[in-house]
Nanobody, 119 residues
């Protein structure tokens, strides 16, 4: 199994920056694409950004140009650098890791970390 632990969330003013980290442990060789999701109260969970094992990235339109996703396979850690934060970025951010040879419903999830952006 794989365990995912997020860190780096907190309270920040609009226009500020935060860096989230997701540390993976266990059977990390079984991980393929990793991603950050977020969920605000009363809203559906949404994909923020994803990064393949080779480093290919994709972003939601709402965060393009502001957020940068990356991963360090030697450290089994994924990052999300968030700049120019807006109040609408307020949400619980979840680390996600897809499993090789398995569909997305078998993905691993972290416990989430709260990001709050004040206006």
């Amino acid at each position: 199994q794989v365990q995912l632990v997020e860190s780096g969330g907190g309270l920040v003013q609009a226009g500020g920056s935060l860096r989230l980290s997701c540390a993976a442990s266990g059977s990390t060789d079984s991980i393929s694409t990793m991603a950050w999701y977020r969920q605000a109260p009363g809203k559906q969970r949404e994909l923020v950004a994803s990064v393949s094992r080779a480093g290919n990235t994709n972003y939601a339109d709402s965060v393009k140009g502001r957020f940068t996703i990356s991963r360090d396979n030697t450290k089994n850690t994924m990052y999300l650098q968030m700049n120019d934060l807006k109040p609408e970025d307020t949400a619980v951010y979840y680390c996600n890791a897809n499993r090789r040879f398995l569909p997305s419903q078998y993905a691993y999830w972290g416990q989430g970390t709260q990001v709050t952006v004040s206006s």
